[in-house]
């Protein structure tokens, strides 16, 4: 140590990424697999998240919200089974 320098200087610790509290980190959510595979890989995107900084979960949670609202608008455009005739015919 010089005369210059002080004392405390060296004894503050840098801080090691890892240590970072701030820094991103998973949040262990468990995904339950749906059995409907677009579904399932949207879910899984979240996981995504865990890797980012906060402000760039928006995007993803974004992105999937999209991907699900699409996978449900998609149900609603498939054609149902026929629907069967009524039992009997119109009586007057």
Do not use: F, I, K, N
């Amino acid at each position: 140590m010089s005369d210059t320098e002080s004392p405390w200087e060296e004894a503050a610790p840098q801080a090691e990424p890892d240590d970072d509290p701030a820094a991103p980190a998973p949040l262990g959510v468990p995904r339950t697999p749906t059995g409907h595979a677009e579904v399932d890989a949207h879910l899984e995107r979240l996981g995504d998240a865990d890797h980012l900084a906060t402000d760039g979960h928006v995007e993803v949670y974004e992105d999937v919200h999209r991907g699900l609202r699409d996978a449900l608008t998609a149900l609603d455009a498939r054609p149902g089974p026929p629907v069967p005739p009524p039992p009997y015919g119109p009586r007057s």
